[in-house]
């Protein structure tokens, strides 16, 4: 029988007699999830000793992935960490039952002996639509959206100004421009000669 695809909730809840890997004092255990390419690590429980707590939760996407590894670990200080044992763990009931509550058994990883065993829930929710593939991107030419430009409006300002003919003139709101030979006097403003008219 198929599984169906979903979510796997996964609480790591204890672990209980687990090697003690400390000649002084007592180890620093954390656990180290994995299914498949997903990757999940939980606290590390400083001086927890042998039978830690730690009542953690994580999710996993399971399509073709049927399998949970856990791996125990001591935090070192000042080298690298070593390995309590792991334990394997089929989803299987999990995917058909929807649920499942085991205690896994601890191997040692040299002697492949039991040492322990740590105490996982598991739970399922199907969904179907991690089946479906990502949605495509509208191509970037699509997606761009354009403005039409659109000149700058000026100001209408009034007509030209009427004077009597031959006469210089500047319109009262004309701006004067000092002209040092501007008409006779020197100096003054600078307007332009309204045009004569000719009968």
Known sequence: MALRVGVITATVEYAKGLKDAELFGKIDPYAVLKVGDQKFRTKTLKGAGTSPVWDETFTF?????NMLEITLFDAEAFSADDELGSASISLAKARIHLEDKLQAP???PKSRKQKGY??????FEPNDALLM???QQTPYAQQASFTLYQPPQF?????????PSGYFAC???????????A????GGQ?????SMDIA
Request: charged share 5%; proline share 17%; net charge neutral.
């Open 61 to 65: 996407n399971v399509i073709n992935e």
């Open 106 to 108: 601890v191997i040692r």
């Open 118 to 123: 740590v105490s996982i829930t598991l739970q």
């Open 133 to 135: 593939p990502p949605t």
């Open 155 to 163: 100001p209408q300002y009034p007509s030209a100004y009427q004077y």
């Open 171 to 181: 319109p009262p709101s004309a701006p004067a421009y000092a002209y040092p030979h």
């Open 183 to 186: 008409l006779a006097g020197g």
């Open 190 to 194: 600078l307007c332009a000669l309204v």
